[in-house]
C-alpha cells in the first residue's frame, strides 16, 4: 500500500506517517478492505505497556514512603514526584489516594500469600500452622516495611483498616488448602464467623508480629513462631474440632 507524507495530496488509499519526536506511528486515513492500523509503539512498547510499566513504579513508590514514613507521607504529589512522574498520570491508574493504598496492600499480601499458598496440606494441622507463621516470619523479618504496611499501617488509617475488614473472610479462606480436611468445617463457616475468627487471629498476631520485628521483643524467632502457634491454636482449636 502505497504511504504519503503529511501534506501531500490525500488518497483514500494512502497512509499517512507522522512524525513527532522520539515517536514513530501510522495513522490510517483509509486503507482497503478496512483494514486498522498496528498499535503505536514507543521503544517497542505499547500505550498498554507503558501505562502498566507507570503503574507499577507508583506502587512501588508508594510502598516505600507508606513502609518508611507511614500512610500520612503517602499523597499524590509525593509519589508523582518519587516516581519522577507527571501528576497527571497519577489518576491513570488511580482514581484517589485511597485506591493507591489498597493496592499497595494487596500487592504486598499477594507475596505474602504466594509463599504461603506453598505450603503443602499434611496429617497435622499444627505442622502446617508452625510453617505458615515462620513463612511470615521470614517475610517480615526480610523486609521490615511489609510489616508496617500490612499490621501496622491499618491500624492507623481508617481507609485501609475498611479494606482490610471487608478482605477478611476471604484472607481466612485463603488457609483453607494449608490446613487440609481437617479445617472443612471452619471455612464452611459464615462470612460473619470467619470475620470475627479472622479478627481476633489479626489483632494477636499483629502484635506480636510488630513487636518483635521492632525490636521490643527481646526473643528469637524460634520462640516467637512458637508462641505464635500457641495462639493461633488456642483460637482455631475448637473451630477445628480439637
Not at 135 to 153: M, Y
Not at 218 to 240: E, H, K
Request: charged share 25%; proline share 5%.
Amino acid at each position: 500500500m502505497p504511504r504519503a507524507r503529511v501534506g501531500d495530496p490525500p488518497n483514500e488509499n494512502q497512509v499517512i506517517h507522522i512524525e513527532s519526536p522520539g515517536v514513530d506511528s501510522w495513522a490510517s486515513v483509509g486503507c482497503e478492505d478496512g483494514a486498522v492500523s498496528a498499535p503505536k509503539l514507543w521503544r517497542g512498547q505499547t500505550l498498554q505497556d507503558r501505562s502498566g510499566e507507570r503503574r507499577d513504579q507508583l506502587l512501588d513508590r508508594a510502598f516505600d514512603l507508606l513502609g518508611a514514613g507511614g500512610a500520612g507521607a503517602v499523597t499524590m504529589r509525593a509519589v508523582t514526584r518519587e516516581a519522577n512522574l507527571s501528576p497527571r498520570y497519577f489518576y491513570e491508574s488511580f482514581d484517589s489516594r485511597e485506591t493507591l493504598l489498597a493496592a499497595v496492600y494487596d500487592r504486598t499480601e499477594g507475596a505474602l500469600r504466594e509463599r504461603l499458598s506453598a505450603i503443602a496440606p499434611g496429617a497435622d494441622p499444627h505442622a502446617a500452622i508452625r510453617t505458615g507463621l515462620e513463612t511470615c516470619a521470614d517475610f517480615f523479618e526480610e523486609d521490615p516495611r511489609r510489616a508496617r504496611v500490612l499490621l501496622r499501617e491499618p491500624l492507623a488509617d481508617d481507609s485501609l483498616r475498611r479494606h482490610i475488614t471487608e478482605r477478611t473472610p476471604a484472607a481466612v479462606r485463603a488457609l483453607a488448602p494449608m490446613l487440609g480436611s481437617s479445617a472443612d468445617d471452619l471455612f464452611a463457616s459464615s462470612d460473619d464467623t470467619l470475620a470475627t475468627l479472622g479478627t481476633a487471629l489479626a489483632g494477636a498476631l499483629t502484635a506480636v508480629y510488630l513487636e518483635w520485628v521492632d525490636g521490643h521483643l527481646a526473643i528469637g524467632r524460634d520462640q516467637l513462631v512458637d508462641n505464635a502457634v500457641a495462639i493461633v491454636v488456642s483460637l482455631l482449636s475448637p473451630a477445628l474440632g480439637q
